[in-house]
């Protein structure tokens, strides 16, 4: 075994001697890489100039060659040969050395003038950015990140303390009903008391870091604030809901702590609200912090001043109560000892909430002022042993924290402190004893008394939850069988799809059918306008010149100013029906009815939202006129088409306007007797129907009368009616002429409207007939024909570009709908809704 041992390090050093591996041509390449860092690192012979050796696995990228495989040197070289490598090897590391340099400084030494360039190109660039872009890939980037959070993919699970977990079903239990209705009965330690009575610097001094906002007088804490204190090997604070560490060791930290702290309370309170009942969850850690579970609450004030909301010291009051009256929690009763204690509010309080005072630790602050400005220290003897104030308490402590100075650090405030403690007049004469002093004694104890409470509650409180969530699972068995346990987040993102699919839904209409539906709806709205405004003025002359004349004329300010506005309106009303109707459709005998007031919500939204292509307007004003300028109609089937559009549309005028009679006149003898119908009042007086009577005779007589009713023929049938006993009201002539002239003038309409079915060889051979001038026909045929264009304009607008931004608008209304839970809760409601939502709260 030694001679083995010594040929071992013979073998050792001959590897290790760097001629000896170039001499004997050694193959190096072959060596471990920990072998070759050895040799390299401890070798006396080695050259520090020489390159290092490579081992046999290299990476090669774009930026190197391939390397030259060294020619062997000739038989008897000898020592010029291993100068010509030595020297080769040198010139190849110096030329890696300069591409180095270059790809590291390049920018930086030789690239000034390019670099200013980019820069002044990036800064022109910044105008052109689209931040609307950038602000819609943040959104599909938090949304990705939420989804992935809402599937518990997390990159690293980190092992998390004791009281972290506890703290953590604290958040849970708060979120779950933040009421305290839950029994939730676990215990955490609850900082009291009056405004300005240093709540905040006792907690500082427990958590040893200044992260509180402060405010001279002014409140500062306007919403509970959740301290979880754990022992850690740096002092460092974070949110519950940020990744973000501040260092409690550095003072632009701490101000951006307390700055941060400050925003999120006054975010919580609402608007015309002065505090809030929404816990901020904040979790500190650091060397040699005891580890417990402290929530400080708003400071308790006695007068509501200016700039306060109205009920601000009855909200601070319920606040504290619900917190205070859990059984389990540890009441931290801070008292400002600079004060007389007539003026205490927090101690009556206290003692309603723990008569016995079996979980209350009472603190008095400010001693050292007390000590100065009492002229009777036995008071604060009193105070400390439970014989001033009217309550009791488990142990009673005096601290001093600061002197009131907000820039003061913890450390030289523990000092001042001990200083104080120890040249105390209070300590020395033994009205304090040394155990009841110093927030250092006071953090143990509070510390010890937190953990004591812990243990006794936890198994018991973790029962009661066990139960609660028997009883919960109990309950949507019976109720709901056959349906799946889904809170509300589950709901909506299963509503979600639903309504994306029916909004799909649209892209499935027929060309025939948007058509269809907008020409019928067109003509509903624009047809009193054509008869009344249009075809009426104008088929008042015989003169074929003069009713062209009028019908362009009015046609061509009517395309001007109303009619595609008309027909943009109807197109939205369209879409905004089929959209209806497809979301009403789409129930069915498993449609479920908790959606209804969300989908309601999505749709008006979304409407609400839509706005139609500007530009549309006046693309289809010109096709409009362009339509409505041609007059040539080509072949026999569109002059009858036209012809049927017109009986019908003045059919329908005829049949609108003999109710109108009928109603004016009342029911004849066959109305009254087979339909058991009966006049009015004013119909049995016959006044209306002498009226009638009397200016029909005037029609039969005056055949092609115009449509308006002369003076003298006014004052000629009202003179007629007063011979016959019949006193006439003027006003009531002009309206009942007014119908009888509008059904006279129709039927005279439909009867030259028969006599057109045989006028198409006169209009295309241009014959001049006064009884077959179909001017008329001809203008309804290019009414039918701007309907018709119109409808087929606005389909290829609705199916190639209105649909698809509906359809964005609802994707949009959702993703908003969805990270807003305010709004998912407002149209998500009911009993099963709410018992999901507890069952995985509880589970």
């Known amino acids: 075994q030694p001679r083995t041992g010594k040929l071992a390090v013979m073998a050792c050093r001959n590897l290790v001697s760097t001629n000896m591996g170039v001499r004997f041509r050694v193959p190096l390449q072959k060596l471990h890489p920990l072998s070759r860092a050895i040799h390299h690192r401890y070798s006396g012979n080695s050259n520090p100039q020489r390159p290092p050796h490579r081992t046999a696995a290299r990476y090669f990228t774009s930026m190197s060659r391939l390397p030259m495989r060294p020619p062997k040197p000739p038989p008897g070289s000898g020592g010029r040969s291993y100068q010509q490598q030595r020297n080769f090897w040198v010139a190849r590391l110096a030329a890696r050395l300069l591409k180095l340099r270059y790809l590291l400084l390049g920018t930086a030494v030789g690239g000034g003038y390019t670099a200013k360039k980019t820069y002044e190109e990036w800064k022109d660039m910044l105008e052109q950015i689209d931040f609307g872009k950038l602000e819609k890939e943040n959104k599909e980037l938090r949304k990705v990140v939420l989804q992935k959070d809402d599937k518990g993919i997390h990159q690293r699970k980190v092992k998390k303390s004791l009281i972290d977990l506890y703290s953590e079903v604290l958040d849970i239990l708060s979120d779950y009903d933040a009421n305290y209705n839950t029994q939730d009965h676990l215990p955490r330690v609850v900082v009291v008391g009056d405004q300005s009575a240093g709540k905040t610097s006792v907690l500082e001094m427990i958590a040893q870091a200044r992260i509180f906002p402060r405010g001279s007088g002014e409140m500062m804490t306007r919403s509970p604030v959740k301290v979880t204190l754990s022992e850690g090997p740096h002092h460092v604070a974070l949110f519950k809901d940020s990744g973000r560490e501040f260092d409690l060791t550095k003072e632009e930290d701490l101000a951006a702590l307390r700055h941060e702290i400050e925003l999120r309370m006054r975010k919580s309170v609402k608007e015309g609200q002065t505090v809030s009942s929404e816990t901020i969850s904040l979790s500190v850690k650091g060397p040699g912090i005891q580890r417990m579970v402290l929530v400080d609450l708003p400071g308790v004030i006695s007068t509501v001043t200016t700039g306060m909301a109205s009920d601000t010291k009855e909200t601070i009051f319920s606040i504290s109560k619900a917190y205070m009256q859990n059984p389990n929690a540890i009441i931290l009763c801070i008292q400002d000892g600079s004060v007389d204690a007539e003026r205490s509010i927090v101690t009556d309080l206290v003692s309603q909430m723990d008569p016995q005072g079996k979980r209350t630790i009472f603190v008095l602050t400010k001693v050292d002022l007390a000590e100065k400005n009492l002229a009777s220290p036995s008071r604060i003897q009193q105070i400390v042993e439970g014989k001033l104030f009217p309550m009791k308490a488990l142990g009673y402590f005096a601290v001093v924290t600061g002197k009131g100075s907000s820039g003061e650090s913890i450390e030289s405030i523990k000092d001042y402190e001990e200083d104080f403690f120890q040249n105390s007049r209070l300590l020395r004469d033994g009205m304090l004893k040394a155990h009841q002093v110093t927030t250092k004694n006071l953090s143990l104890a509070v510390s010890d008394c937190f953990w004591k409470m812990v243990r006794e509650s936890v198994e018991q409180q973790a029962d009661v939850f066990k139960a609660s969530r028997f009883n919960l699972e109990t309950e949507w068995k019976n109720n709901y069988p056959r349906l799946r346990e889904l809170d509300r987040n589950e709901l909506y993102e299963k509503v979600k799809n639903e309504i994306l699919d029916e909004v799909i839904s649209l892209s499935q209409v027929t060309p025939q059918h948007w058509e269809a539906i907008l020409q019928k709806k067109l003509w509903e709205r624009v047809s009193t306008h054509v008869i009344e405004n249009i075809y009426l003025p104008a088929a008042q002359t015989m003169d074929s010149g003069t009713f062209n004349t009028t019908v362009d004329i009015k046609l061509k300010q009517w395309t001007d100013k109303q009619l595609p506005h008309k027909a943009l309106e109807v197109a939205w009303e369209t879409l905004q029906e089929e959209f209806a109707r497809f979301m ?44 409505l300028e041609d007059r040539s109609i080509t072949d026999k089937p569109q002059w009858d088409a036209a012809i049927q559009f017109m009986e019908e549309t003045l059919q329908s005028r005829l049949k609108d306007t003999e109710s109108v009679i009928r109603d004016m006149v009342g029911p004849d003898w066959k109305q009254r007797w087979l339909n058991w119908k009966n006049r009015t009042p004013d119909q049995v007086r016959h006044i209306r129907n002498e009226t009638k009577n009397e200016l029909e005779r005037l029609l039969k007589l005056h055949d092609d009368h115009t449509a308006y009713l002369a003076n003298d023929e006014v004052t000629t049938v009202r003179k007629n009616l007063e011979g016959r006993g019949v006193e006439v009201d003027p006003v009531l002539i002009k309206d009942t002429w007014h119908q009888l002239y509008r059904r006279h003038f129709l039927q005279k309409a439909l009867s030259h409207c028969n006599l057109c079915k045989r006028g198409f060889y006169y209009y295309q051979r241009h014959f001049v007939d006064s009884e077959l001038e179909c001017n008329d026909v001809v203008l309804f045929w290019r009414i039918q024909r701007m309907l018709v264009i119109t409808a087929n304009t606005l389909r290829q607008q609705l199916t190639n570009t209105e649909v698809r931004r509906l359809e964005k608008n609802v994707k949009e209304v959702l993703d908003d709908f969805g990270e807003d839970m305010e709004k998912k809760t407002q149209l998500i409601t009911g009993r099963r809704v709410q018992l999901a939502e507890d069952l995985s709260k509880t589970c």
């Open 584 to 627: 009403a459709e789409y129930r069915g005998k498993d449609q479920d009815d908790i959606f209804d007031k969300l989908k309601e919500a999505v749709k008006d939204e979304s409407i609400k939202r839509h706005k139609w292509n500007e530009r549309a307007m006046d693309s289809l004003r010109v096709i409009q006129h362009n339509a």
